[in-house]
């Protein structure tokens, strides 16, 4: 597996931006191309959420309903890939690690709770000795501060993993995971991943990202360059 690509759970909020993301997939597939797709929860992952913290679940039972909203997600997108990607959404990194050996195309959702599926990529992605991973985002680069509530906020070309994770510190909540979670970060800081962040809108752009011949919205690395 070369390239790992985390779709934004908000992709299945529209069924054309689904359609458009299983013909790049598919694409990208019959050019040779081995690809992880791990997918979000989206609106159904928000909507039941939000039901079961309202019914006083426990955090562990809404994560395992994020999840399995994910895997929804994951069955939608693979049922259009028929013939490329792997026909199960797998349910462990040892399954993903086995269909990734025998098929182009391996989709998956979330895998347990505690995490998002940015770590589930970040998993996947060290698992498979992948170093790339393109994250279709709902953001469109890494902010110095929040963009929606404080105007002067400015994207970031390229920010470090240090850097990207004093910038989510104190935000890992069910349902509120934005780009990253702590512990993918640790995951690819041990095994040296990047990750382009774009927004997952621009279908197009995702895809000259993918392909080398656009920029992504951010580049997170491991570390500035010629630091060790
Ligand atoms: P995400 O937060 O990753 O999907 O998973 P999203 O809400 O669609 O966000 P983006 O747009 O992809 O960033 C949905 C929820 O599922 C649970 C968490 O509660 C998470 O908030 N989850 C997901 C897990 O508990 N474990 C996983 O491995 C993945």
């Known amino acids: 597996m070369r390239l790992v690509l985390k779709l934004s759970g908000r992709v299945f909020d529209d069924v054309d931006a689904v359609s458009a993301y299983a013909h790049m997939v598919r694409d990208l597939a019959s050019d040779g191309h081995a690809l992880g797709v791990v997918v979000g ?3 159904a992952a928000r909507r039941y959420i939000a039901a079961a913290r309202a019914l006083g679940s426990s955090e562990a039972d809404l994560d395992r309903i994020g999840i399995a909203a994910t895997r929804l997600n994951a069955m939608l997108l693979m049922s259009a ?23 182009p195309v391996v989709v998956l959702g979330g895998l347990q709770p505690g995490q998002s599926t940015t770590m589930v990529a970040a998993l996947v992605a060290e698992a498979t000795g992948t170093r790339l991973i393109v994250n279709c985002a709902n953001v469109d680069a890494v902010y110095t501060d929040d963009p929606r509530t404080n105007p002067n906020a400015r994207p970031l070309e390229e920010v470090t993993l240090d850097e990207l994770e004093a910038l989510i510190r104190g935000k890992a909540h069910a349902g509120t995971y934005e780009l990253a979670d702590p512990w993918s970060v640790a995951v690819m800081r041990r095994s040296g991943i990047s990750m382009y962040v774009v927004d997952w809108r621009d279908v197009g752009r995702v895809r000259g990202v993918v392909l ?10 491991p570390r500035l360059h010629g630091s060790d």
């Open 41 to 43: 929860g989206g609106e």
């Open 81 to 103: 890939l028929r013939g490329v990607a792997y026909p199960r959404v797998p349910e462990t990194l040892e399954e993903a690690i086995a269909a990734s050996e025998r098929w």
């Open 212 to 221: 080398g011949t656009e920029r992504p919205g951010t580049r997170i690395i």
